[in-house]
């Protein structure tokens, strides 16, 4: 299952956990707050104390936002949440339980909370549990199977009082983007219903690997990502990602023989906050697609709009070469 980012990881082997055979038959992703603070190390720092404290605890991911790290198995259990170890995977986040949600939704946790949401989606197809939120009283009963919190595993199971990742954690951002990754490993876009509507770019076969950019405007702060699928709209491979917080352009070539590229699609998401305090912020992202500098029938692809909060944006492009 080498398409599963969860492999890539870097693994820090935590001290306390339980060996199970796989596939463990795991029906729950349980998210925490790590309580510690919103930093760049915060992942790395709890990984190396799961790895050589006394004390029984684990948790399978850690997460802040440059990086996730791996401290026991998928299919091993941890010690995170009593009543839903062996059943759940677990995910540790930067931050406090104390946090507000706009505190949750600040550029550090935007960033952080899309690495959890990827890992999440992966953990979603992997384990075939619905991106949704489970109440306490479908926790309660072991035929449902979805997300839910440390806290909601204390209040159902009461076999802890810890109350993570706390009542401002940003749920229905956080689900909104584990769907959307979701959506994006599994949907098969040529048989979608929205094939009508699908837009295409037109390449020329001798004009040489197309360019790809993305221009986010209003001098917003951006995460994006680029992903080729192939003609059928399945197995997508990342082409390009980064940051960007000024209205510079970032460029990726995609690589290989335009002929290759006939049919095949095209996708980004862009993540995009405020970068300042201006009254009525909006936002712009634009994607040109080029052949030998010039831009190509079809593009650029532009979409703009009031940024009244966090944005998630996500769209696609069929390429025909001819
Ligand atoms: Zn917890």
Known sequence: MSTFDLDAFPFVKARHF???????????????????????????????????TDREASAHLCVDSDSTVRCVADDDVAFAAPGANADGVHLELAGFARQTEPEWLDAFGVLMLERAAVAA????????????????????????????????VSQVFKKSDHTDPGEGFPWAFFLDRVSRHVQAQQTTLSRSSTMATIKSVKLKAADGPPSVEIEIGHAQFGKYEFSLFDTDGRNPVVVGSGLTHDALPDNF??????????????????????????????????????????????????????????????????????
């Open 18 to 52: 339980r060996a199970s055979a796989p596939p463990r038959a795991v029906r729950l992703i349980v998210i925490h707050s790590m309580e510690a603070p919103e930093k760049g190390e915060t992942a790395e720092n709890v990984a190396h104390f799961f790895a050589t």
């Open 121 to 152: 989606a992966d953990y979603c197809i992997k384990y075939r549990i619905p991106a949704r939120r489970l109440s306490n009283a479908e926790l309660a009963d072991k035929a449902n199977r979805g997300i839910v919190s440390h806290a909601q």
């Open 253 to 322: 070539q995609v690589d290989g023989n335009p002929a290759t590229l006939n049919g095949r699609f095209l996708s980004w998401s862009a993540n995009i906050i405020a970068a300042g305090n201006e009254p009525n912020p909006q936002f712009s992202v634009a994607v040109h697609v080029r052949q030998r500098g010039a831009e190509v029938t079809g593009s650029p692809i532009t979409k703009q709009g009031p940024l009244t909060g966090p944005r998630a944006e996500f769209d696609f492009v069929k390429l025909e070469v001819s």
